[in-house]
C-alpha cells in the first residue's frame, strides 16, 4: 500500500512550457485534490475531485488543468508555464471527501518556472 | 466565509520545554478543525482533529488539541518538546455544512527545538 504518490519529485520548466504532474493513489479513495504550497501562505486549493469524471475548481485555479478518468489517478496540467506558478504542489486523496475525513498527502512535486 | 490565524511563524523552544502553537478560526458555522505537521521534503502528516464529542483531543506523538468554541481557538501543545518536533505545523478547517471536505489552512508555524 503505498499510499499517495507524486512524480516527478523536482522540475524545472522555462515560461510557456506546459507538463503534467501526475498524483496516483491505492487506497480506493473518491475524493483527491491539489495544493499549492507558498512560503508565509499554507496550502491552497487548486483543483478538486469527488469522483471519476466529476471535478471542480478550489481557490486558485487559473493556469491549471485536471481531470479524473480513474479513481487512482488525478493528473495536474500546466498549461503555459508562468514563473507565478513556481511552488511546491501536493496532491491529497479522502475516502469520500467529507469534511470531517482525514486527507492523506503526497510528498510534493517542486516546480520552479524560469 | 472561513478563515485561519496561526499566530507566529517561527517557534523556537527548548528541549524539554512545552511546546505550544496558537490557531484561531474565523466562521460563520464552528469548523471541523485539523492539525498536520509537516518535516523536511516531505507531505503533511495528521497529528489530530477535532469534528464532534471530546472538545480535548489527542494525537500522535503526544500532541494535544482543545476546541475553544467561545475563544474560536484550537491551540495544539505537547508537555515535553523532543528534537524530533522540529518541523512545520499546520493548523486546517472545514465547513460542516458544505458538501465537500474543501481545507482551508493556517499559514503555518516552524518550530525549531534547540538542546
Known amino acids: ?114 | 466565509a472561513q478563515s485561519v490565524t496561526q499566530l507566529g511563524s517561527h517557534v523556537s523552544v527548548s528541549e524539554g520545554a512545552l511546546v505550544l502553537l496558537r490557531c484561531n478560526y474565523s466562521s460563520s458555522v464552528p469548523p471541523y478543525l485539523f492539525w498536520y505537521v509537516q518535516y523536511p521534503n516531505q507531505g503533511l502528516q495528521l497529528l489530530l482533529k477535532y469534528t464532534t464529542g471530546a472538545t480535548l483531543v489527542k494525537g500522535i506523538n503526544g500532541f494535544e488539541a482543545e476546541f475553544k468554541k467561545s475563544e474560536t481557538s484550537f491551540h495544539l501543545t505537547k508537555p515535553s518538546a523532543h528534537m524530533s518536533d522540529a518541523a512545520e505545523y499546520f493548523c486546517a478547517v472545514t465547513d460542516p455544512t458544505d458538501s465537500w471536505g474543501k481545507f482551508q489552512f493556517g499559514a503555518g508555524t516552524q518550530v525549531v527545538v534547540t538542546p
Open chain 1, 1 to 114: 500500500n503505498a499510499g499517495v504518490t507524486q512524480t516527478p519529485k523536482f522540475q524545472v520548466l522555462k515560461t510557456g512550457q506546459s507538463m503534467t504532474l501526475q498524483c496516483a493513489q491505492d487506497m480506493n479513495h473518491e475524493y483527491m485534490s491539489w495544493y499549492r504550497q507558498d512560503p508565509g501562505m499554507g496550502l491552497r486549493l487548486i483543483h478538486y475531485s469527488v469522483g471519476a469524471g466529476i471535478t471542480d475548481q478550489g481557490e486558485v485555479p487559473n493556469g491549471y488543468n485536471v481531470s479524473r478518468s480513474t479513481t487512482e489517478d488525478f493528473p495536474l496540467r500546466l498549461l503555459s508555464a508562468a514563473p507565478s506558478q513556481t511552488s511546491v504542489y501536493f496532491c491529497a486523496s479522502s475516502l469520500a471527501g467529507a469534511p470531517e475525513d482525514t486527507q492523506y498527502f503526497g510528498p510534493g512535486t517542486r516546480l520552479t518556472v524560469l
